[in-house]
């Protein structure tokens, strides 16, 4: 009965903290108290000291949607009307236009969504790095030992850089939510001003080290926004001027108007080339803009015979976005009215009190491409029995201590109690949720594909039941797991899943085309496979959905 007392009294926390802002679908909720100061100092907000976390916190809310969502709010007149010049937008003359109305075009035309901003917020390292030069992106990667092959190209090294960004940041010490200095450690003075001044940042005067670095963490979403918005408009140019290049007119210009066109167009010409080549390099690059890798790199190589590809590998990437939506779809119509609620919980979207279990399922839907992110109750979701005692003996909670060490104690009573002794330190603050944090960033998250491997037949059931989902009569333990696991996947990833499998399914679906080609050709199979693998990079870059079906075989 004790045990049973202990939890309660640690539900009855966690039940307070849910009905508190901590699960709002803010970025900073999760920041640990040093992010929170150092976002105060970045953005020159002044703060107490010493202050509580409920401080620090009250005081970036206060200030979060000037700073970050509408920074353009504080903005002059001059300022105003530059952005919307820069956006094609006629404006009245400063004298004529109110600043108001000023605000309003921006506002309408701004980069992105106060939603988009949150998301953005909540998984920096997506994009903290993008500005970066490619030998920042290299030193960065051999400063924190992160292996990149060659040849290194820039989109392998931002995707090295971005997969130990978390492991650099724990090996050290450090947050990862809003960065500390330890992100541009491999950065000289010079390099900090390079980079504000390449992006129109007027470098803070008689200036030091810290003040460069603040100015361009502060900086960072904003530079990396106008870059995607700049490298868009670059692409639609382009674009219409590859779209009238035909075959027909490649092949009827002579060398030097193929070299003036590369020289025009930014295609580097290896010295010597022959006309075949500069004709090639510009049906490639024509490839490349127009989106069209896989069909036009093919058809330099091979001629005719594969202009069919692209479109199929197009066909297969719209098939598996619409199978994984149709997929989350019906396993959403399965699940329990507290599972639908938990999903939303664990993604920082409000639920409308009294809200029905159709409108819940309406919710679920509206964000199915929202990943679960950062720490919170639902964390501990797939963490096995072994895990949850560890945790909750590890705690510093003496009634949670306890619970680890009653006999009897079934996997779902360590839950319950780790859950709520979680929402007890995030409530809190302070020590105490640093305490759980630290301990959350040195557990590991990888076997995913092996997660409820150790679960017990009973400890399935009882999951699978927490969403609603039936177990069908005589089901072996394999196909539980394998139920389990994907109603996980689900309810972690929504329709944004880990994107491994999901190529490699698609690599499979233009198969058929490759080996079409290699039988019609008498190419080599060497060659035939890596068209494949071209395939699948093709697929890669035009999808982030991930396709539930493939998760089946997990």
Not at 151 to 170: I, M, V
Not at 199 to 214: E, F, N, S, V
């Amino acid at each position: 009965m004790r045990f049973v007392g202990a939890l309660l009294t640690l539900a009855l926390v966690a039940d307070g903290v849910v009905g508190s802002n901590w699960f709002s679908n803010a970025a900073y909720n999760k920041w640990h108290e040093t992010e929170l100061e150092r976002w105060l100092s970045d953005n020159d907000v002044p703060y107490p000291t010493p202050a509580d976390r409920k401080q620090l916190e009250k005081l970036v809310q206060e200030n979060w949607e000037t700073a970050v969502v509408h920074p353009y709010k504080k903005w002059d007149t001059a300022k105003l009307n530059e952005y919307l010049k820069q956006k094609g937008i006629e404006t009245k003359e400063s004298a004529e236009a109110s600043k108001d109305s000023l605000i309003s075009q921006v506002q309408n035309t701004w980069y992105e969504t106060e939603d988009k901003s949150q998301t953005a917020w909540s998984n920096v390292k997506d994009w903290i790095l993008d500005s970066w030069t490619d030998s920042q992106l290299k030193a960065f990667c051999d400063a924190h030992g992160i292996p990149v092959p060659q040849p290194r190209k820039r989109d392998t090294l931002l995707q090295k850089a971005r997969s130990g960004y978390e492991a650099a940041a724990q090996k050290a010490g450090e947050t990862v939510a809003y960065p500390g200095n330890w992100l541009y450690e491999t950065w000289s003075e010079s390099d900090l001003k390079e980079w504000l001044d390449t992006h129109g940042i007027p470098a803070p005067q008689r200036t030091t080290r810290d003040k460069l670095i603040a100015s361009v963490r502060r900086n960072s979403r904003l530079a990396y926004l106008k870059a995607q918005e700049q490298a868009a408009t670059t692409k639609a140019a382009s674009q219409k001027v590859y779209s009238t290049l035909t075959d027909k007119l490649i092949d009827a210009w002579s060398e030097t108007q193929l070299k003036e066109f590369c020289d025009k167009n930014g295609i580097s010409v290896p010295q010597g080339s022959k006309v075949n080549q500069l004709r090639a390099l510009v049906r490639k690059n024509r490839a490349e803009i127009l989106g069209d890798t896989v069909s036009a790199s093919a058809a330099s190589a091979y001629g005719a015979a594969t202009s069919n590809v692209g479109e199929n590998v197009a066909k297969a990437t719209d098939a598996t976005i619409k199978a994984a939506q149709d997929a989350f779809d019906a396993a959403v119509d399965t699940w329990s009215e507290s599972r639908l609620k938990g999903y939303l919980d664990a993604r920082g979207v409000p639920v409308p009190q009294g809200s029905k279990y159709d409108e819940l399922r309406a919710l679920v839907r509206k964000h199915a491409h929202k990943a679960a992110t950062g720490y919170s109750v639902w964390t501990f979701d797939d963490y096995t029995y072994d895990n949850l005692k560890q945790y909750l003996a590890s705690s510093g909670n003496a009634a949670a201590k306890k619970a680890s060490e009653q006999a009897g104690a079934t996997r779902e009573d360590l839950l319950k109690a780790a859950q709520s002794v979680y929402a007890s330190a995030a409530s809190a603050g302070g020590s105490s949720y640093a305490s759980v944090t630290s301990y959350l960033a040195k557990a590991t998250d990888s076997a995913k594909a092996t997660t409820f491997d150790t679960w017990s037949e009973s400890e399935l059931k009882s999951y699978l039941d927490s969403y609603g989902i039936p177990v069908p009569q005589g089901s072996t333990i394999n196909e539980l797991r394998a139920l389990a696991r994907r109603q996980y996947t689900y309810f972690k990833y929504g329709t944004s899943s880990p994107t491994e499998t999901i190529f490699a399914k698609i690599g499979e679906n233009v198969k058929g085309g490759w080996d079409w080609i290699k039988n019609q050709l008498n190419v080599g199979a060497d060659v035939a496979n890596q068209k494949v693998q071209e395939a699948a990079d093709a697929a890669q870059s035009g999808s982030q959905k991930a396709n539930d079906k493939v998760h089946k075989e997990l």
